[in-house]
């Protein structure tokens, strides 16, 4: 097969997926945290890695079990965990006991706290008190926030404050009501101002970015002109990293996913029928058996 930047791909199993593979992260030893410096390595390595979000214990802990080094607990949560439509209703309030339970639930993870809509845009004083809220209050080790050179000044702040910095480039969900919907974003003369905001974000510090639903020949573009790592989600396989939101790789989100979800299991049928065959076994009284029971 051919070579990717310096190594060669990973062998696919029976079902066409990746087999595991002796990662840079896979060799650190367990217990320890992966670091911003680690993110930083891999890129110099230029090898790839994946990011999921995560907004409890459980799920967190068996991501990072399953070899994913970077956690990040997305204001997605809005849609996912909290019902909302968008992520603009989200709170720092909202987060921080998701943040504190996906830490609690890891040893080994990066652990990301996505900055909500409205807690950091006023001012580089108000995304530092957001942030270290993230911090002091749930343990993360980085946080994320959307924009470009409209934030810069923000990123700057943080960064000189001890905080790391993951940026957000491309569909901004925080937008949306700008935006007019969840379109593809930095096409045409858009992607020289994206490509000026990602080279902005680096200056400023930050120590990845997270590029989504932009062209791939774009994210390709970006990744090639950066040193820092590159996370796409919806912009093609030239990127440093990948994200995806857990349900939607999970199978566990309702309806038509959008194009760049690929399903790697069908959780909502598997807990539909769970729930389906519980509800059946105690209307037929089959449920508990006596092995199920106390005397
Ligand atoms: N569960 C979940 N997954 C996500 O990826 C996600 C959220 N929630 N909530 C916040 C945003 C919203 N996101 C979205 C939502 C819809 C599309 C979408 O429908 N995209 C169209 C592209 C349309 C075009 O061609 O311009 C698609 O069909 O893929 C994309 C990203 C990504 N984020
Ligand atoms: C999809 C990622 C990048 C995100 O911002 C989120 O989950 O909120
Ligand atoms: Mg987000």
């Given at each position: 097969?051919?070579a990717v930047?310096?190594?060669?791909?990973?062998?696919?199993?029976?079902?066409?997926?990746?087999?595991?593979?002796?990662s840079?992260?896979s060799?650190?030893p367990p217990?320890r945290r992966?670091?911003v410096?680690d993110?930083a390595?891999?890129?110099?390595r230029?090898?790839r890695?994946p990011m999921?979000t995560?907004y409890?214990?459980l799920?967190?802990?068996?991501?990072?079990?399953?070899?994913?080094?970077?956690?990040?607990?997305g204001?997605s949560?809005g849609?996912?965990?909290?019902?909302?439509a968008?992520?603009?209703?989200?709170?720092v309030?909202?987060?921080?006991?998701?943040v504190a339970?996906?830490?609690r639930?890891?040893s080994?993870?990066?652990?990301?706290?996505?900055?909500?809509?409205?807690?950091?845009q006023?001012?580089?004083?108000?995304?530092?008190g957001?942030?270290?809220r993230?911090?002091?209050?749930a343990g993360?080790?980085?946080?994320?926030?959307?924009?470009?050179?409209r934030v810069?000044?923000?990123?700057?702040?943080?960064?000189e404050?001890?905080v790391?910095?993951?940026g957000?480039l491309?569909?901004?969900p925080q937008s949306?009501?700008a935006f007019?919907?969840?379109r593809v974003?930095g096409?045409?003369?858009?992607?020289d101002?994206?490509?000026e905001d990602?080279?902005a974000?680096?200056?400023?510090?930050?120590?990845?970015?997270v590029?989504?639903v932009?062209?791939?020949?774009?994210?390709?573009r970006v990744?090639?002109?950066?040193?820092?790592?590159?996370?796409?989600?919806?912009a093609?396989?030239?990127?440093?990293?990948?994200?995806?939101v857990?349900?939607?790789?999970?199978g566990?989100?309702p309806?038509?996913?959008?194009k760049?979800?690929?399903r790697?299991?069908d959780?909502?049928?598997?807990?539909?029928?769970?729930?389906?065959?519980?509800a059946d076994d105690v209307?037929?009284?089959?449920?508990?058996?006596?092995e199920?029971t106390y005397h």
């Open positions: 097969m051919a930047r310096g190594r060669v791909r990973a062998p696919r199993d029976a079902q066409g997926d990746l087999m595991s593979e002796q840079y992260f060799t650190l217990g992966v670091t410096r993110v390595e891999a890129k110099a230029g090898e890695w999921l995560a409890d214990a799920t967190a802990g068996v991501f990072e079990e399953a070899g994913v080094p970077v956690l990040l607990v204001d949560a849609t996912t965990v909290f019902g909302h968008t992520t603009v209703p989200v709170t309030d909202d987060l921080l006991p998701l339970a996906v830490v639930g890891t080994r993870a990066l652990v990301v706290a996505d900055l909500p809509f409205g807690s950091y006023a001012s580089p004083a108000q995304a530092l957001s942030a270290a993230f911090l002091k209050e993360a080790h980085a946080v994320k926030l959307e924009g470009g050179r810069v000044a923000q990123v700057e702040a943080l960064v404050s001890g790391p910095v993951m957000h491309g569909l901004t949306v009501n007019g919907g969840y974003q096409r045409g003369e858009a992607g101002r994206l490509l990602a080279l974000l680096e200056a400023a510090g930050a120590f990845a970015v590029l989504e932009v062209p791939a020949e774009l994210a390709e990744t090639k002109s950066l040193t820092i790592p590159t996370v796409g989600i919806g093609g396989a030239g990127t440093d990293a990948q994200v995806l857990w349900q939607d790789m999970a566990l989100t309806g038509r996913p959008p760049f979800v690929k790697y299991a959780v909502r049928g598997v807990l539909t029928d769970a729930a389906r065959r519980f209307l037929a009284g089959a449920y508990p058996p006596e199920n």
